[in-house]
């Protein structure tokens, strides 16, 4: 078959599918909504891994797939419940027809009004078939307007992150780097604009002189020419402009009722850090393998310890090696190695000939950064680098609590802080937990 969009079989083609796609759109929305509550639990555990690494990358596509699965997933349930009542509304016709408004024998007011608001049976079954067409079009729809709002993002990032670096160029960061947020972002808001309005900027002849090349350079950062044809199609009439209307107001509202929640309590919540009046279940290594979660900065064994010695997992995050690099000014290596790399060039780190010589310096400042504490007993660290079971870096060390009698006690992390030039002691956490020897 001729594939020519002129040629008059492959029209029939396409009018004899448009009238089959329904099936299609069952088949597939079935299949997906299957699939995507199989995948949300990765996608979270993913997110709050990048989280943790503070991994700026990782975080922007994490959310982008979380916010898409949100989209998709509330979209193709709407969609699987409109084609089922659709479906529901194709048999009822079969056995009862039209609706025929004088055997209900209603009063001449309101039988005038139902003939004017609910018209015939025939016009539903085809108000039902244009919403699950169009509801299935859009979910793909507003994916890829995620998808281009989050590649503006993480081009801006990018830029930020080039023009945070200490060693960047002054002309790298305000000849380019800075110039093309400026441009990005202006571009953004002219883009956004043309977009609420529903291609204003495209109407106006003073406007196209300056918009049209913006035009042209967005539509591949948003990668909006894989799409363009979906959308001026929806725009062409009444219903996609209504639709379109409603779209941004309807995703906000979406948003603010899935972001609801119901408070018991002024002073209390669920997800209160731990300190000396709380328990953060991602601070005891037990509940953290039981709900799948990640450790929050340090992490102890469990709330109840029975052994004579405490183990402390120390989280590791780039802040830690910011301060090594200040208090240990030779540790700094000339080309900073940390960010986003390709293995295929780098391993992300400085060369072991050059790195294996000063590791020990590198751990040396790190102990000397860092205090532990039981009650008012104190302990220096001894650390070793080591992963924990959810595979986040850190420093590990054991600490002798022999001398601490039975009941609760508090264990608190401290780490050596600057500002500007006076240093300081910051508490980094405090952990609660109660020891009970089981050989007194």
């Known amino acids: 078959m001729n594939n020519n969009p002129q040629d008059k079989k492959f029209k029939e083609w396409l009018d004899i599918l448009q009238q089959e796609s329904w099936q299609l759109e069952l088949i597939i929305s079935g299949f997906a909504i299957y699939g995507l ?5 990765p996608i979270e555990l993913a997110g ?6 503070q991994n700026i990358y990782s975080g922007f596509l994490t959310r982008g797939l979380l916010i898409s699965w ?3 997933t509330i979209n193709l349930i709407a ?3 409109l084609r089922g009542l659709w479906i529901g509304a194709i048999g009822l016709r079969y056995v009862s027809a039209d609706i025929e408004y004088d055997r209900l024998k209603y009063s001449p007011k309101f039988t005038k009004h139902l003939i004017k608001r609910v018209g015939s049976f025939d016009n539903y079954v085809a108000t039902l078939e244009k919403y699950c067409s ?11 307007y995620l998808i281009g709002l989050l590649a503006i993002g993480l081009i801006l990032a990018i830029l930020g992150l080039l023009i945070a670096k200490a060693e960047t160029p002054d002309w790298v960061r305000y000849g380019i780097a800075i110039p093309v947020i400026v441009l990005i972002l202006l571009g953004g808001i002219l883009t956004f604009i043309d977009f609420i309005t529903q291609g204003w900027l495209k109407k106006k002849k003073w406007t196209t002189s300056f918009y049209y090349p913006v035009y042209w350079v967005f539509k591949y950062l948003t990668f909006s020419f894989l799409y363009r044809p979906m959308v001026y199609n929806f725009l062409d009439n009444k219903f996609g402009k209504r639709l379109s209307l409603i779209l941004i107001p309807l995703i906000v509202l979406i948003s603010i009722l899935a972001a609801t929640r119901f408070s018991t309590s002024n002073y209390l919540d669920k997800d209160m850090k731990s300190s000396t009046f709380a328990a953060s279940t991602k ?3 037990d509940l953290i393998s039981l709900n799948n979660s990640f450790a929050d900065r340090a992490t102890i064994p469990s709330k109840v310890i029975q052994t004579s010695f405490l183990n402390v997992f120390v989280v590791y995050g780039r802040s830690i090696e910011d301060d090594v690099f200040f208090f240990n000014k030779e540790l700094e290596p000339q080309e900073d190695k940390r960010g986003i790399y390709s293995a295929v060039f780098s391993e992300g780190t400085l060369p072991w000939s050059e790195r294996g010589e000063r590791i020990q310096d590198y751990m040396d400042e790190v102990e000397d950064m860092y205090s532990l504490s039981v009650d008012s007993i104190h302990f220096k660290p ?4 080591t992963k924990n079971f959810q595979n986040q870096l850190g420093f590990e060390t054991f600490v002798d609590i022999r001398s601490v009698r039975d009941g609760k006690h508090i264990l608190k992390v401290e780490r050596k802080d600057h500002d500007k030039d006076s240093i300081y ?4 956490i405090k952990i609660p937990f109660w020891y009970y020897p089981e050989n007194k």
């Open 37 to 41: 509550f199989m995948i949300i639990e």
């Open 48 to 53: 709050l891994e990048a989280q943790n690494e």
């Open 70 to 72: 949100y989209i998709i």
């Open 79 to 81: 969609h699987v419940i």
């Open 134 to 144: 169009v509801i299935f079009s859009i979910t793909f729809l507003l994916v890829f």
């Open 283 to 285: 601070n005891y290594n």
């Open 382 to 385: 001894n650390f070793v680098v």
């Open 425 to 428: 002691m910051r508490t980094i």
